[in-house]
T-cell receptor, first 113, second 114 residues
């Protein structure tokens, strides 16, 4: 499974756009890129998933360049409630349609007033 | 729709004792996973069920850990006997087969072995 590298921590202010970049130089052809969010004392929560180009949902956008060796999670106009740890995961759905998630250290985002 | 629930939320036991953690997945989710985070480390995969069958046990640390999913509904994870290094947060997650990347996690059970 492809190893990911992302910043340990980031700081931002309310109302700003936050971009968290993840490097995955060894990504394989079948790998998808998935981001999870985790608040203290809670389990991780799925945010977004993509394979290439751009994916957008009601929570975030995911930008993936053509070489797919990196990806950027974009959170528009963050609020204090977006303070959390964000995980970038790369992997392929294994046979049988399931996915064993491999978590790294994640990026600890702190949003300030 | 109810999410993934886990019981208990916190358990404190002495070394050598037995503890059983329970997970109730989202109704209709055939896939059920167990993960854990031990102190200072990353979240690690333990095992995966498809209905009542163990699909992947590659993350189970040793034979002191036993997971079951009778009837393909809720699952239990038993640690017997517990050791100090088993302390951490144990997460359960479930997913539908058609959306393997979107796993729904429970709040976790914090296990403290003293």
């Amino acid at each position: 499974l492809a190893k990911t590298t992302q910043p340990i921590s980031m700081d931002s202010y309310e109302g700003q756009e936050v971009n968290i970049t993840c490097s995955h130089n060894n990504i394989a052809t079948n790998d998808y890129i998935t981001w999870y969010q985790q608040f203290p004392s809670q389990g991780p929560r799925f945010i977004i998933q993509g394979y290439k180009t751009k994916v957008t949902n009601e929570v975030a956008s995911l930008f993936i360049p053509a070489d797919r060796k990196s990806s950027t999670l974009s959170l528009p106009r963050v609020s204090l409630s977006d303070t959390a740890v964000y995980y970038c995961l790369v992997g392929a759905a294994l046979s049988g349609g399931y996915n064993k998630l491999i978590f790294g250290a994640g990026t600890r985002l702190a949003v300030h007033p | 729709e109810a999410g993934v629930t886990q019981f208990p939320s916190h358990s404190v036991i002495e070394k050598g004792q037995t503890v059983t953690l329970r997970c109730d997945p989202i109704s209709g989710h055939d896939n059920l996973y167990w993960y854990r985070r031990v102190m200072g480390k990353e979240i690690k995969f333990l095992l995966h069920f498809v209905k009542e069958s163990k699909q992947d046990e590659s993350g189970m640390p040793n034979n002191r850990f036993l997971a079951e999913r009778t009837g393909g509904t809720y699952s239990t994870l038993k640690v017997q006997p517990a050791e100090l290094e088993d302390s951490g947060v144990y997460f359960c997650a479930s997913s539908q087969e058609t959306f393997p990347y979107e796993q729904y996690f429970g709040p976790g059970t914090r296990l403290t072995v003293t």
